[in-house]
């Protein structure tokens, strides 16, 4: 099933791009806490680049533990 909601529900697209805006901050801040990682970039998502980064510099405190390394190369 697909969740369209943001475009069916004002609130829901409003809250949706809340959120986005609040994660471009938060990943903003985190850039320059975890420089190495280009947070500012990818924001989070599992790009190539953000991937070839844990490979290369590990987790950090930010990362969820619940991918191992092995799934993202």
């Known amino acids: 099933m697909k969740w369209e909601g943001d475009s069916k529900v004002r609130c829901i697209a409003a809250a ?4 986005k805006v609040a994660r471009d901050k938060l990943m ?3 850039s320059k806490k975890y420089d190495k990682y280009g947070f500012d970039k990818h924001v989070g998502y599992g790009t ?3 991937r070839s980064k844990i490979i290369k ?3 950090c405190d930010i990362h969820r533990k619940s991918y191992s390394l092995k799934e993202l190369i």
């Open 16 to 19: 949706s791009i809340l959120a």
């Open 48 to 50: 190539r680049e953000h």
């Open 57 to 59: 510099y590990g987790y």
């Open 28 to 30: 903003n801040y985190y």
